[in-house]
Nanobody
Framework: QVQLVESGGDMVQAGGSLRLTCAAS????????MGWFRQAPGKEREFVAA?????????FYADSVKGRFTISRDNAKNTLYLQMNSLKPEDTAVYYC?????????????????WGQGTQVTVSS
């Protein structure tokens, strides 16, 4: 079972940037897909971005973040990143990283087995 710990959440003004980090331990990191999801108060958890295993690094993004967010991974450090630029108030949420037991990334949260505890991102207008 992979353990995941997110960090980097903060309160920023609209238009600002943040970089979230997810440190993985206890399993094989480079061989499997990883993803970021978020959940705003009163809303369901939604897909943000995903990246395939080290053989492809294929990425997927939600339409709402495409062009503003970038997902990346450093397999040597067992770390997943989410660079968030041009932040909007509607990006406010708890952000979770997730580890998939499969090589290919998916936008479906059911495709992920391990989850972090989440990190809060708050964007003020």
């Amino acid at each position: 079972q992979v353990q995941l710990v997110e960090s980097g959440g903060d309160m920023v003004q609209a238009g600002g940037s943040l970089r979230l980090t997810c440190a993985a331990s206890g399993g094989t990191f480079s061989s499997y897909a990883m993803g970021w999801f978020r959940q705003a108060p009163g809303k369901e958890r939604e897909f943000v971005a995903a990246i395939g295993w080290s053989g492809t690094y294929r990425t997927f993004y939600a339409d709402s973040v495409k062009g503003r967010f970038t997902i990346s991974r450093d397999n040597a450090k067992n770390t997943l990143y989410l660079q968030m630029n041009s932040l909007k108030p509607e990006d406010t949420a708890v952000y979770y990283c997730a580890h998939s037991p499969k090589f290919s990334a998916t936008m479906d949260f059911k495709g992920y087995r391990s989850w972090g505890q989440g990190t809060q991102v708050t964007v003020s207008s």
